[in-house]
């Protein structure tokens, strides 16, 4: 005969594996969201589907969170403005994330939906490591079960069916959302710098660099290896149609004028030596980046935009154009490219400033 634990245990264990399910998929919105900001390349739309997804696969799961919460709040524990925190802050997410993917909701309150999606889920973070730590998920066998194997596999399609379907909606009835590019970015600006966002990583401020007192140093360890004017980049330049996909959620393509990387470096023989991997270029604000030598050939030091010298806040007297890169590589207020031995990926996968 069949033995039926009573109502209580069951819900308890169903509770259980909707936390658990609630976690994974946190986590998932989490690393696909931070791989979508590094990837330049088409295969991101892989990663942006994935991401959807999984952000609005925790939606499937509301009715038995809902139970969770409710008996939660009858125990009357400690922290539970901590949850109740965490759970707006994960609808704040949510409805950001829907919002710019569909363009309904493009800003709030100065900030894009963008930002608000990942502040939004950077306070989600160490809320949501504290609840699961303040409220224990005890790991059972049972969860690698093949009936778990197919409860995950259920609410995978469905999470996929609900984004498939939200894109739906957005195709038919042709939300703005519908033409955004495979990253999730929106058109603005494309063949009119003026147009083009101005946009800062974190906190940088456009400086005023005073074109008379500005040369560009090349440096190695050993020291300055060679200094180039503003004329002599000029000279040295070509045109090349790049695409600036920031992500704050906005692209645009330009006729950008610049010196290929791997020139530039051809013009010291001391930045041109074999014991060299990375280039770092910073800026006049400190702002910096560091690319693989090899890459040097598919970068370039721009001075123009759309036959005009850079604006202030594109990045004058010279900026970095990165082709298939997200915007936070397109270093603005370029003033030294050093060369050394450190490995490229040696430096924070973000910017920090
Ligand atoms: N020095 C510096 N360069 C920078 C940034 C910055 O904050 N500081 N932001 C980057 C980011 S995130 C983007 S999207 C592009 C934006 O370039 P734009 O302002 O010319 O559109 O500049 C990049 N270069
Ligand atoms: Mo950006």
Redesign the pocket.
């Given at each position: 005969m069949r033995f039926d634990p009573p109502q209580g245990q069951q819900w308890a264990m169903a509770g259980r594996r909707t936390n658990l399910a609630l976690l994974v998929l946190l986590a998932w919105a989490l690393a696909t969201g931070a791989l979508a900001f590094a990837i330049g390349a088409g295969w991101n739309r892989w990663i942006t589907v994935a991401h959807g997804a999984g952000g609005l696969g925790t939606l499937l799961l509301v009715p038995w969170k809902s139970v969770v919460v409710r008996r939660g709040l009858s125990r009357h524990r400690p922290g539970r403005s901590a949850s109740v925190a965490l759970a707006l802050a994960v609808g704040v997410t949510l409805l950001s994330g829907v919002g710019h993917a569909t363009g309904l909701l493009r800003s709030v309150a100065g900030l894009t939906s963008i930002q608000l999606h990942v502040g939004s889920a950077l306070i989600v973070v160490p809320l949501a490591v504290w609840h699961v730590m303040a409220r224990r998920i005890r790991i059972r066998r049972s969860d690698a079960s093949r009936r778990a194997l197919l409860r995950t596999g259920l609410l995978a399609a469905g999470s996929l069916a609900t984004f498939g379907l939200v894109e739906g909606i957005t195709a038919a009835v042709d939300l703005p959302g519908h033409r955004r590019r495979f990253s999730g970015s929106y058109l603005a600006g494309s063949g009119t710098p003026a147009e083009?966002?101005?946009?800062?990583?974190?906190d940088?401020r456009v400086p005023a660099v005073d074109p008379s007192g500005w040369t560009l140093s090349l440096t190695t360890d050993r020291g300055t290896a060679a200094l180039v004017s503003l004329e002599q980049l000029e000279r040295m330049s070509e045109d090349v149609i790049a695409l600036?996909d920031?992500?704050?959620g906005w692209y645009a393509e330009q006729i950008w004028r610049g010196v290929r990387l791997d020139r530039l470096l051809a013009m010291s023989r001391q930045m041109d030596q074999s014991g060299v991997r990375s280039i770092r270029v910073v800026?006049v604000?400190g702002?910096a980046r560091r690319f693989a030598v090899a890459d040097a050939p598919s970068l370039w030091l721009a001075t123009r935009v759309g036959g005009e010298v850079l604006s202030a806040?594109?990045?004058f007297p010279a900026?970095i154009v990165a082709p298939g890169r997200?915007?936070?590589w397109?270093?603005?207020?370029v003033e030294r490219v050093h060369v050394d031995a450190t490995p490229w990926w040696w430096q924070p996968p973000y910017?920090l400033?």
């Amino acid at each position: 005969m069949r033995f039926d634990p009573p109502q209580g245990q069951q819900w308890a264990m169903a509770g259980r594996r909707t936390n658990l399910a609630l976690l994974v998929l946190l986590a998932w919105a989490l690393a696909t969201g931070a791989l979508a900001f590094a990837i330049g390349a088409g295969w991101n739309r892989w990663i942006t589907v994935a991401h959807g997804a999984g952000g609005l696969g925790t939606l499937l799961l509301v009715p038995w969170k809902s139970v969770v919460v409710r008996r939660g709040l009858s125990r009357h524990r400690p922290g539970r403005s901590a949850s109740v925190a965490l759970a707006l802050a994960v609808g704040v997410t949510l409805l950001s994330g829907v919002g710019h993917a569909t363009g309904l909701l493009r800003s709030v309150a100065g900030l894009t939906s963008i930002q608000l999606h990942v502040g939004s889920a950077l306070i989600v973070v160490p809320l949501a490591v504290w609840h699961v730590m303040a409220r224990r998920i005890r790991i059972r066998r049972s969860d690698a079960s093949r009936r778990a194997l197919l409860r995950t596999g259920l609410l995978a399609a469905g999470s996929l069916a609900t984004f498939g379907l939200v894109e739906g909606i957005t195709a038919a009835v042709d939300l703005p959302g519908h033409r955004r590019r495979f990253s999730g970015s929106y058109l603005a600006g494309s063949g009119t710098p003026a147009e083009m966002p101005v946009t800062q990583w974190l906190d940088d401020r456009v400086p005023a660099v005073d074109p008379s007192g500005w040369t560009l140093s090349l440096t190695t360890d050993r020291g300055t290896a060679a200094l180039v004017s503003l004329e002599q980049l000029e000279r040295m330049s070509e045109d090349v149609i790049a695409l600036l996909d920031c992500t704050g959620g906005w692209y645009a393509e330009q006729i950008w004028r610049g010196v290929r990387l791997d020139r530039l470096l051809a013009m010291s023989r001391q930045m041109d030596q074999s014991g060299v991997r990375s280039i770092r270029v910073v800026s006049v604000t400190g702002y910096a980046r560091r690319f693989a030598v090899a890459d040097a050939p598919s970068l370039w030091l721009a001075t123009r935009v759309g036959g005009e010298v850079l604006s202030a806040g594109h990045g004058f007297p010279a900026r970095i154009v990165a082709p298939g890169r997200r915007g936070f590589w397109w270093v603005k207020w370029v003033e030294r490219v050093h060369v050394d031995a450190t490995p490229w990926w040696w430096q924070p996968p973000y910017p920090l400033t």
